[in-house]
């Protein structure tokens, strides 16, 4: 398998579907609000970059829920394999992308997880935490979770809840197959990147993105679940409510989205100190010219690429 990880707004998906193109092959996401069905612009769910050279590519994992759902990491290894021995029956080779740093750690680190079920008298205990204090308490732990996707005191419970349990059962580890996997990151420089996510943000919201989250609350999406996915539905769920103006919800999700892009870095630093090799950190914005140059002269993923066909043959 190939895996392309990197931040938001790097160029990371359009670059993995002209590999895919490449290789004749097929995607599968790892981004864990693009798997809500009617969550599109709030989750930058830019299905365009999926058609190159007038051909769909075939993507997996996006569109699988139904917003207000509580979809997990545990659930996100089983749909993984599941789209995973989908595309290996087919001769190919399946192609990760995405900048969830939990999910692409869950396959790629080889084990699988077990689910957690609830602890009442912990979460009671952190109840009246502030998100501040949460994210300094999650900091301590040195399994999958950190802060990358935590940004409300919800899912920072959630996450804490989890450690707790791994930390004080014993858990055998369960099959999860060993995957071969070639992992490249995709960044862009970082002022061009702040100035990528603040145009993005600008566009999406003149494309609706305040008129999406009205119409999830008026199918009967609760505002807190919205809230609960953080980022763009967190910002503007307040927002519509009335808890902040339009400037202010602006100004701060903003900020909030480029903080995201920080704290995906810094876990993708983490996988590598955690012994995963990432191949590049190539500017996501060359994607069409890197693409012909991993298809035709790069000696790295040509020999992945061959040994793993000769491994399936």
């Known amino acids: 398998?190939?895996?392309?990880?990197?931040?938001?707004?790097?160029?990371?998906?359009?670059?993995?579907?002209?590999?895919?193109?490449?290789?004749?092959?097929?995607?599968?996401?790892?981004?864990?609000?693009?798997?809500?069905?009617?969550?599109?612009?709030?989750?930058?769910?830019?299905?365009?970059?999926?058609t190159v050279n007038d051909r769909q590519i075939p993507y997996h994992l996006i569109d699988i829920a139904d917003p207000g759902y509580k979809y997990n990491v545990f659930e996100y290894q089983r749909d993984f394999l599941t789209a995973y021995e989908t595309i290996k029956q087919k001769g190919k080779l399946p192609v990760l992308c995405g900048g969830t740093?939990?999910?692409?750690?869950?396959?790629?680190?080889?084990?699988?997880?077990?689910?957690?079920?609830?602890?009442?008298?912990?979460?009671?205990?952190?109840?009246?935490?502030?998100?501040?204090?949460?994210?300094?308490?999650?900091?301590?732990?040195?399994?999958?979770?950190?802060?990358?996707?935590?940004?409300?005191?919800?899912?920072?419970?959630?996450?804490?809840?989890?450690?707790?349990?791994?930390?004080?059962?014993?858990?055998?580890?369960?099959?999860?197959?060993?995957?071969?996997?070639?992992?490249?990151?995709?960044?862009?420089?970082?002022?061009?990147?702040?100035?990528?996510?603040?145009?993005?943000?600008r566009q999406r919201l003149d494309e609706g993105m305040v008129d999406e989250v009205r119409r999830l609350i008026e199918q009967g999406i609760q505002p807190d679940d919205l809230i609960y996915y953080g980022l763009e539905y967190k910002y503007l769920t307040l927002y519509v409510i009335g808890k902040l103006t339009y400037e202010e919800m602006y100004k701060e999700l903003e900020i909030a989205i480029h903080q995201f892009a920080k704290r995906q870095m810094t876990w993708f630093r983490g996988m590598e100190r955690r012994g995963f090799t990432i191949t590049g950190w190539m500017p996501g914005c060359q994607w069409k010219k890197r693409s012909l140059l991993y298809k035709r002269n790069s000696k790295r993923i040509s020999t992945f690429v061959s040994g793993e066909l000769r491994i399936e043959s």
């Open 1 to 50: 398998m190939i895996a392309i990880l990197g931040p938001t707004a790097s160029g990371k998906t359009p670059f993995a579907a002209a590999l895919a193109d490449a290789l004749d092959t097929e995607i599968i996401s790892a981004d864990s609000r693009q798997i809500y069905r009617g969550m599109d612009l709030g989750t930058g769910k830019d299905l365009i970059d999926y």
């Open 101 to 201: 740093g939990m999910y692409l750690e869950a396959v790629l680190k080889g084990y699988r997880l077990l689910p957690v079920p609830e602890n009442a008298e912990l979460r009671t205990r952190l109840a009246d935490k502030s998100l501040e204090e949460l994210t300094e308490m999650l900091k301590q732990y040195k399994s999958l979770h950190n802060t990358t996707d935590v940004d409300t005191a919800k899912r920072a419970i959630r996450a804490i809840e989890i450690e707790e349990y791994y930390a004080h059962t014993p858990v055998d580890e369960r099959a999860f197959p060993k995957l071969n996997s070639l992992i490249i990151g995709v960044d862009i420089d970082r002022e061009l990147r702040r100035e990528k996510i603040s145009r993005r943000l």
